[in-house]
């Protein structure tokens, strides 16, 4: 059974390493942390006698230099405590282990001076094999949060702000840069985006935390901050939220490409548009697939939430690139390299309807509606939203698709729907006249 744990209650006390010297004497905070007594050196000394054991503070002193040695000795003692205290609040509102917990206040009450924040934040990114050597992210997250970082670097400069602590970033120098960020032009002369603006202030508010979680902020400062962002009026699934009807999916899918990685490219897209799954699972559609009762079955815990799916491959052109083309050994291909070539693929096989799209500029009130052609819409996340859509226009139930895509909410596979009533028009009319244009449904389902 586990022990209870309020960390409100912890206290801490100072101890004089030799209290009976007549010689000054080093100064220790003492505290008694998860059923272990922790020492802690301040730095300081002090003469015995100067010091109030009962009030556990320094005595005024005899001598003028006595007076300011311990007025040192209490500023030190108060920047301790207070350290100790934002150390308590930390433990009730992030999930550390023991160990990490007090590495934190032991690295925070050395008072160790370290790298200035942002440079320290790009550092830090960097090291993060949780970012790096995370299969769930693109091989450009890192490379992405560095130059948001370089972008509040640049921020700082033309605004003239020694930063020199994370404390600094507070309420006030959020908004300043809410408003910089508002004024920027790109190299066609046009604003930013507001959804790209709220993407980096998002990105501010992670960043923040991750100086939390390592000791360069306290959570105090953090909890204070308020981050206002744009009110975005882009549809809800944002501006590239398309999806591709079956006709679409056959021709991509007949394309001759010219190259083997950009038939890899195609093939793993596919594969997505036929089984909803993410980049990041879709390779375990083929590892973690075996045939039970003469039905290709699918098992696996997806990485990104950890949902357990089973299910039957749905599509019959999918069972056919899994087994007979790749023999349930699907080709490893990052999202990076899918969300770089696919758009090329999908405008050579022909995906070349325009589609209103809509793009929220800083500055403007309302979004700007423009035409853009489809292929250029197109991302790796493509596929999952086509496969959610084209069982919605087939008439299937979003808890049905649910248990394809390990959507936990219904609401969310919702959101995936991108279909129009013109695309089941053209789903319907194709069934009764050109039933080749349809995707075939496995007889098992």
């Keep these: 059974m586990k022990k209870l744990f309020f960390p409100l209650e912890l206290k801490c006390h100072f101890n004089l390493r030799e209290p009976k010297s007549l010689k000054p004497s080093c100064i220790y905070l003492v505290a008694t942390i998860g059923g272990r007594q922790w020492k802690f050196a301040s730095g300081v000394k002090i003469y015995p006698d100067q010091w109030d054991f009962n009030n556990q503070e320094a005595l005024p002193g005899f001598t003028p230099i006595d007076k300011i040695n311990n007025l040192i000795v209490s500023e030190r003692l108060n920047e301790m405590k207070a350290v100790f205290n934002d150390f308590k609040q930390r433990l009730c509102h992030l999930s550390l282990s023991l160990e990490d917990s007090v590495s934190w206040l032991r690295s925070r ?128 699934n944002g501006d590239n939220a398309v999806f591709l009807r079956d006709d679409e999916i056959i021709k991509i899918a007949s394309l001759k490409c010219a190259s083997f990685i950009d038939e890899a490219v195609r093939d793993v897209f596919i594969m997505q548009c036929l089984t909803g799954q993410r980049i990041s699972d879709i390779i375990n559609v083929g590892q973690r697939s075996e045939n039970r009762c003469g039905v290709p079955v699918t098992e696996m815990v997806q990485q990104k939430t950890k949902a357990h799916v089973a299910f039957a491959i749905p599509f019959v052109m999918a069972r056919d690139i899994i087994i007979n083309k790749y023999n349930y050994n699907l080709p490893n291909v990052s999202r990076n390299t899918v969300n770089r070539r696919i758009k090329h693929i999908a405008r050579l096989a022909g995906i070349n309807d325009n589609i209103l ?25 493509t596929g999952r939203r086509s496969f959610v859509s084209n069982l919605a226009i087939r008439g299937w139930n979003y808890e049905l698709i649910a248990k394809y895509t390990g959507h936990s909410c219904v609401r969310m596979v919702e959101r995936y729907d991108c279909s129009t009533l013109a695309d089941v028009a053209i789903f319907k009319k194709n069934l009764k006249h050109a039933p080749y244009l349809v995707l075939q449904l496995t007889g098992d389902l």
């Design 109 to 236: 009450l050395s008072g160790k001076q370290d790298l200035p924040p942002l440079q320290w934040l790009k550092a830090n990114i960097l090291a993060d094999k949780d970012i790096v050597n995370n299969p769930t992210l693109p091989n450009c997250t890192a490379r992405q949060f560095v130059h948001d970082v370089e972008k509040l670097e640049r921020f700082c400069q033309e605004e003239g702000i020694d930063l020199t602590q994370f404390s600094m970033i507070d309420t006030q120098f959020v908004n300043k840069y809410r408003q910089w960020l508002e004024k920027q032009t790109k190299l066609d002369g046009k604003h930013l985006s507001r959804k790209y603006v709220n993407s980096l202030l998002t990105n501010l508010h992670s960043f923040l935390k991750r100086a939390v979680d390592n000791g360069r902020m306290s959570y105090s400062s953090f909890a204070e901050v308020i981050i206002t962002k744009f009110k975005n009026k882009d549809d809800v």
């Design 357 to 381: 799209v809509k793009r929220h500029l800083c500055g403007d009130n309302e979004p700007h509606i423009m035409k853009k052609p489809k292929w250029e819409c197109i991302t790796s996340h």
